[in-house]
């Protein structure tokens, strides 16, 4: 077969087919252009798949079992591995090939999860195999394991929750297996097993990965422990930590959590420095993607309006308007984006304002700037007005003798 930089000549591989069939397939979405009337796959998934179809052709034409595990696998220092090259091919001849299910089962178990498509495994095979994996990598430390989130959609089953339960009491000292298990837990919506969810929510001594990916679990299924818990992360610093706050914030911010404890909890928050990556680059991303109806982008508004304004002070250099959170006036800006023209102006008016005043490129995400900047420089003469006047009063609390120069 094709590798992804290999193109293919269809007149050659299709020569029982016409030329009008020939078109009607390539002109799918499984195929790209190369050069001179060939193509290519546009994902290698696609080759694995035919692969194994292939495989299985010529099983039922007589290739022998023996032949296919020569193919697929490898004895080494008296361990069965699957081929680094074939484990896609393994993970789709599992779907069909009890001898290969049986194979990667007892010896390479995490092929069975992300490979191939585990859906379709019977819900026998897919306890075998989560059983076998939890068994095989659950002892010691850090190993680098990982699921891709897709498959771990596909394998996800309520009818898992009996073996996750037993495999949880039996101890995982892996925090990766058990961050592998609370994904499950929480794609699958197994609500017979978010007590171990709610458990390492609040263990401390658990990665800040594992609790919130138990934060997560929670969620996905509207767990009414989840308020309890929101509603504590403001007060309890020794409990909840800021980078696990800041990431409990994103992640729940605005379905599971109000803006009221949306602000408590920035509010305890220290500064973080210019991250990319951080609170001050996601959460106006977060603003500006969500959806928020206009009573909570109007409570959202005078939260961070409120919180801005701390320690907001004159200065004689510039910048001449600082505050101590001014690490917030990218997600007010966001917000006053989102918001300009749902409610009353004078509000709007002087959130954006304030925003534009405090705005300096090292805060955070600079891409709501140009938008509200856009939206304030079309204003009617009557609102442009007012935006003067709420500017004017906004430098007059802070600096009531700031000369004209200064001020604009």
């Excluded at 509010?267 to 969500?290: C, D, M, T, Y």
Aim: aromatic share 6%; hydrophobic share 40%; proline share 5%.
């Amino acid at each position: 077969s094709g590798g992804d930089d290999i193109p293919l000549d269809p007149a050659t591989i299709l020569s029982d087919w016409s030329t009008p069939e020939c078109k009607a397939l390539l002109e799918r979405a499984l195929f790209g252009l190369a050069s001179y009337g060939r193509v290519r796959f546009h994902h290698r998934s696609v080759v694995e798949y035919l692969a194994a179809e292939r495989i299985k052709i010529l099983l039922t034409r007589g290739m022998t079992t023996k032949a296919l595990k020569r193919l697929l696998f490898v004895e080494t220092k008296e361990k069965t591995i699957v081929r680094p090259s074939k484990r896609p091919i393994a993970g789709w001849l599992a779907l069909t090939e009890n001898m290969i299910f049986e194979m990667l089962r007892d010896h390479e178990p995490a092929v069975l999860l992300t490979e191939g498509d585990p859906e379709s495994l019977l819900l026998s095979q897919r306890t075998q195999a989560l059983c076998s994996y939890v068994e095989r990598y659950s002892k010691g430390g850090w190993r680098g394991l990982s699921v891709p989130h897709i498959q771990i959609h596909r394998f996800a089953s309520p009818e898992l929750s009996t073996e996750i339960k037993r495999l949880w009491v039996q101890g995982i000292q892996n925090p990766e297996v058990r961050e592998i298990l609370l994904n499950l837990i929480e794609v699958g919506r197994i609500t017979e097993c978010l007590d171990i969810a709610h458990t390492v929510a609040l263990d401390i001594r658990a990665s800040h990965s594992e609790r919130l990916a138990a934060i997560e679990a929670l969620a996905m299924s509207d767990d009414s422990r989840l308020n309890i818990i929101t509603s504590g992360i403001a007060g309890n610093v020794k409990l909840w930590p800021d980078d696990l706050a800041r990431g409990v914030m994103l992640k729940l911010f605005p379905r599971h959590l109000t803006v009221a404890c949306l602000c408590q909890i920035l509010k305890r928050l220290e500064v973080q420095k210019r991250v990319i990556g951080g609170l001050n680059w996601q959460f106006p991303r977060l603003v500006a993607g969500s959806d928020l109806d206009v009573p909570t982008l109007e409570a959202l508004r005078d939260g961070l309006s409120d919180l801005v304004s701390t320690g907001l002070k004159w200065q004689d250099k510039w910048p001449h308007v600082i505050s101590n959170r001014s690490d917030l006036c990218c997600a007010l800006a966001a917000t006053c984006v989102r918001g300009f023209n749902t409610g009353p102006a004078v509000d709007w008016l002087r959130a954006s304002a304030l925003a534009l005043r405090l705005h300096h490129r090292d805060d955070g995400s600079d891409e709501a700037y140009p938008q509200l900047r856009k939206l304030l420089a079309e204003l009617p003469a009557g609102r442009n007005a007012q935006l003067f006047w709420a500017e004017d009063a906004l430098i007059q609390s802070i600096h009531p003798t700031a000369n004209a120069r200064d001020r604009y």
